[in-house]
């Protein structure tokens, strides 16, 4: 299953290039809309999901820089212990370690994450996001779904090739 680790390094490039070209194209906090949900702003984010802990002393990079590397070296060896019909699993975990080193890359460079996707319905705004963040929520919304998925008396999931 460690092929699937060309899907880890395809989300780190496709979100360090989306996070240059909204660096290089937008100013902090300017909005740019594209839908009637969606606008591209650029925010620099010091701290975890919600931007929890972004306003301590600086100790939080280190912090979830050692986490994220922590979280993906036991993602990677998951990965490497899965089976052949474990193909949801794979890309779930492939997924998530991708955007993981997306976002550990971004604080060893800059201190921060480089955030810019602002989803909002009327005056209520979601916390800005990146691809790296979005390959996370799929992965793991992959792995809830598929423990949800019907079992069969092997343990087996039927839906698996």
Known sequence: MQRWLWLSLFVLVLDQVTKQVAESSLLVFERLPLLPFLNLTLAYNEGAAFSILSDQGGWQRWFFIILGMSVILFLIHWLRRLGRGELHIAIALS???????????????????IDFIDFYYADWHWPAFNLADSAIFVGVFLILLDAFLPRNDAGENPEKP
């Open 95 to 113: 997924l998530i370690i991708g955007g993981a080193l997306g976002n550990v890359l971004d604080r060893l460079l800059f201190g921060h994450v």
